[in-house]
């Protein structure tokens, strides 16, 4: 018979429930003193729309999270826009959980520095640098621009004669990726017609029909055409030869033009992340970056490995910054 006298078992549930707190409220302390801290369901924030290079590496990080059983539950999240004000502000949600991240990229230092960014970069945490990819500057197989040279020389004698794509935005890390050296080599960079384009296939596109002296675009969104002929890659801002089919093509430094024009990407964690949460987070991009699959992904695509844990990130983003706002200056795209 399931029988209990009613005071007498009111005091053994309460016992049970205070044993119970007890128990927990322990195990969460010693969990926070160990930094035993576990990820939930979490989302990659990307600030960018399906399939490019953005969408492309946050993906293959949630996969190897995945399969490596570090990170089952993280779905990758597309929120493009305003100047990538709508990818902070959704991470802005979830300040001091380590559940929401998003793509750190050199380009977030842009539009803050243009003023489209009502954020400021460095009040969000810093997880890793993953890797760098390159700006290269291309023109048509007919093009009467034999090399990077006399493409130099035609810029310095008329900086505006010459249409110039990039995507998706004036100032990007495209736009400084090909206005540093440039600037380097002694052209006037703000005398330059750059027209905007809302994806490098856009641009690639209106080079190949004539509408474009010139585009800057990276590397991923070149190899086909290049491989077909239709293309002319006359130098890359890498700090040495990429692998084929790009290892024909010199950099800016074989040049004589010491600029290796930078463009990082990583993961961004939210503003006030605890410590715990942020060594979590570290040790597991160093899993997955070992990996053959990792390495492969960045090989494919033409990227260079460049981990850097959270102090290291820090202060290589602070030195970015530096060099970011004196090519946006001297652009002119700077308020005063």
Known sequence: MNRCI????KTAMGVLLAYAAATAGAAQ???QESGAWKPGKGEFIVPAGPGGALDTSARMIAHLLQVKKLYPNLVVVNNPGGNMTIA???LDRHKGDGNYVATSVSSLMNQE???KLNHK????TEIATLFDEYVAVVVRADSPYKNIHELIAKFKAAPDALNVGVATSIGNHIHVGIASPLKEAGVNISKMTVVPYKSSSESMTALQGGHLDVVAATTPNLVGLMQSGAIRVLAIG???RLSAPFDTVPTWVEEGINVV????QG???PKNMPKEQLEVWVQMLKTITATKEWKDFLAKNHWREHFLEPEQSREYRAQEYKNIHAVLTELGLVKQ
């Open 6 to 9: 009613r005071p007498l078992c």
């Open 29 to 31: 302390a010693q969990s």
């Open 88 to 90: 902070l502000n959704a």
């Open 113 to 115: 520095i243009l003023g």
């Open 121 to 124: 970069f460095a009040d969000y």
């Open 238 to 240: 890498a700090p040495e």
């Open 261 to 264: 024009p930078s463009s990082a």
């Open 267 to 269: 993961v961004l964690g």
